[in-house]
């Protein structure tokens, strides 16, 4: 199995383990007390699982069947993490989350199309 494929898995195992988690939102560490602390985490959560989907399915040979994984992969995850999470204590179904979730997948799929067109970029990134 390819390296970049183990990294998703293990990103997704990752995920499930932090979105999944029978934890209070009080638990959660807010270093700067920020009130909205909990959607910046979802927003950066999904936005690396946007990327890791992306960079980890190079054996799709067309960038369209890339970005399409990466769509189909992150809507998977934010809308059934966010119906799991309603049958695990303290933990609830919430539609600004699934928001937030969806806007960080598609910023990070935007940004990987933006460096993708670019020539430069992409062989520098080896994309």
């Known amino acids: 199995m390819k390296r970049s494929l183990v990294v998703l898995i293990l990103w997704t195992l990752i995920l499930l383990g932090l979105l999944l988690a029978p934890i209070r939102e009080s ?3 807010n270093p700067w007390g920020f009130p909205y602390f909990d959607k910046v985490v979802h927003f950066v959560l999904f936005f690396v ?3 890791a989907s992306v960079l980890s399915t ?3 040979s067309r960038f369209r069947n ?3 994984f990466g769509i189909i992969f992150g809507l998977f995850l934010a809308v059934g993490t966010e119906l799991a999470q309603s049958s695990i204590p303290f933990r609830s179904r919430d ?3 699934l928001t937030v ?3 960080g997948l598609g910023v990070a799929l935007l940004l990987y199309d933006l ?3 670019q020539a430069r970029l992409r062989a520098f990134f080896r994309l």
Do not use: A, Q, S
């Open 49 to 51: 699982t946007g990327f």
């Open 58 to 60: 190079k054996f799709l």
């Open 27 to 29: 638990e959660i560490l």
């Open 66 to 68: 890339r970005v399409l």
């Open 95 to 97: 539609f600004y989350d």
């Open 101 to 103: 979730d969806v806007i």
């Open 115 to 117: 460096i993708y067109r």
